[in-house]
């Protein structure tokens, strides 16, 4: 069993950074991806960013240029800076890892989410 802790979420004003911080811990073969979603009331889950082991990322369109998505291997931990932070960015922040067992087995695990809210 895997465990993702999140932490670093807050409230703060429009045009703010913060730091998210996902450390992952327990009985891991080897963690390859790892990313960050949220979600909004009232909406669905979304992608926020993802990292490959490698450090490849991919980001959705609505954070380019905001936020960095980047992890240290060493620490099994994911980190998201979000900087000019909108009012349309407030949401549920969750972390996710793929835990790769063998070729045709990944399990992918989820933390339980900080809450970040952004005020005008």
């Known amino acids: 069993q895997v465990q993702l802790v999140e932490s670093g979420g807050g409230l703060v004003q429009a045009g703010a950074s913060l730091r998210l911080s996902c450390a992952a811990s327990?009985?891991?073969?080897?963690?390859?991806?790892m990313g960050w979603y949220r979600q909004a009331p009232g909406k669905q889950r979304e992608v926020v960013a993802r990292?490959?082991?490698?450090?490849?990322?991919n980001y959705a369109d609505s954070v380019k240029g905001r936020f960095t998505i980047s992890r240290d291997n060493a620490k099994n931990t994911v980190y998201l800076q979000m900087n000019a932070l909108k009012t349309e960015d407030t949401a549920v922040y969750c972390c996710?890892?793929?835990?790769?067992?063998?070729?045709?087995?990944?399990?992918?695990?989820w933390g339980q989410g900080t809450q970040v809210t952004v005020s005008s």
């Open positions: 996710n890892a793929d835990d790769f067992i063998h070729p045709g087995l990944t399990y992918t695990y």
């Open positions: 327990g009985n891991m073969i080897s963690i390859t991806t």
């Open positions: 990292i490959s082991s490698g450090g490849s990322t």
